[in-house]
């Protein structure tokens, strides 16, 4: 696992891309069940009526696309909140990225239906955000 740390720099900017990516696999996550159910032009005009009667991996790829959207603002808290209490930036870094791998490998346990390993990737995706918040709270006090 050290060559996976060891791919990621000490400068603020990984973690503000990290920010971005996650703020950006919700929208990811729509598309593909989108194209999973074969949503088409006219369907727009009702996109949650008609997304709410996918099934199978259409359906599972939308609640990934949910639950994305509901993890986020923890994780971008938890980022800010470690970055104006000083966290060591690699730290930060290692956390948002391990973060991100972990809400993809989620996404896909999700959409493939593999929900034992989908509930301890994302116990594990939510301990990235609460590890940010202690280690703030850490240099806080």
Do not use: H
Not at 12 to 34: C, D, E, H, N, Q
């Amino acid at each position: 696992m050290s060559w996976f740390f060891a791919l990621i720099p000490d400068s603020s900017g990984v973690a503000i891309w990290t920010m971005i990516i996650a703020s950006a696999l919700p929208f990811i996550f729509t598309l593909l069940a989108k194209v999973l159910g074969g949503f088409g032009m006219a369907d727009n005009a009702q996109p949650r009526e008609v997304m709410a009667t996918f099934s199978g991996k259409a359906a599972r790829a939308n609640a990934a696309q949910q639950n994305s959207f509901e993890s986020l603002p923890i994780f971008l808290a938890s980022v800010i909140v470690a970055m104006l209490f000083f966290v060591p930036q690699i730290v930060i870094n290692y956390l948002a990225v391990l973060y991100i791998v972990l809400r993809v490998g989620y996404g896909i346990a999700y959409i493939v239906n593999l929900p034992t390993l989908r509930s301890i990737v994302w116990a594990l995706s939510m301990a990235c955000c609460f590890m940010l918040f202690y280690l703030a709270l850490r240099m806080a006090v």
